[in-house]
């Protein structure tokens, strides 16, 4: 699907405010109402708008702490590397997961409580995961440019 410069806008707009009316998207891109909506709808069945949601604020959730942990796991077979991302998928504390390259296999970002509670967490449970070989935790001191939305209308050089 070619998205244009109105598409654009219009993803720009979402990103910053889910919850902006069909009504204020229109005016604020200047295109009237019908072919806002229809546009929107076309990006959400082209599966370029995945959902809606919130930002929130993990600290006042009581989430005091966020770490990103590399692991590396024993076998490369696909089936041991499934064993674990189903794990992984079923951990509330883990908000994403990445299969990486270079010298560790996964990228776990994890919230916790507190320091220890995440030692908890990472003894009890990350350690016992299916196929670790190695986890190296490194904790965020201060979050500089938290992830807000995508570059759109971008051309990177």
């Known amino acids: 699907m070619k998205i244009d410069r109105v598409d654009e806008k219009i993803l720009k707009v979402l ?3 889910s ?29 370029i708008i995945k959902g809606y949601g919130v930002l929130l ?42 299969s990486i390259g270079g010298d560790a296999d996964f990228l776990l970002q994890v919230v916790s409580q507190d320091l ?3 030692a908890d967490f990472s003894m009890s449970t990350i350690r016992r995961l299916p196929g670790i070989k190695e986890m190296q935790s490194m904790f965020i001191l201060k979050e500089i440019k938290p992830f807000k939305g995508f570059p759109i209308g971008k051309t990177f050089n």
């Not at 919850?19 to 599966?47: F, M, Y």
């Not at 590396?72 to 951990?91: G, T």
């Open 116 to 118: 220890d509670t995440y």
């Open 19 to 47: 919850r902006t009316t069909n009504l204020q998207l229109s005016e604020h891109i200047g295109v009237s109402a019908s072919p806002c909506w229809r546009r929107v709808k076309r990006l959400e069945d082209e599966k």
């Open 57 to 98: 604020d993990r600290r006042k959730l009581g989430l005091g702490v966020m770490v990103f942990i590399r692991v590396s796991i024993d076998s490369h077979s696909e089936a041991e590397a499934k064993k674990f991302e189903e794990k992984v998928l079923e951990l509330e504390n883990v908000v994403a997961c990445y």
């Open 15 to 17: 990103q910053q405010d």
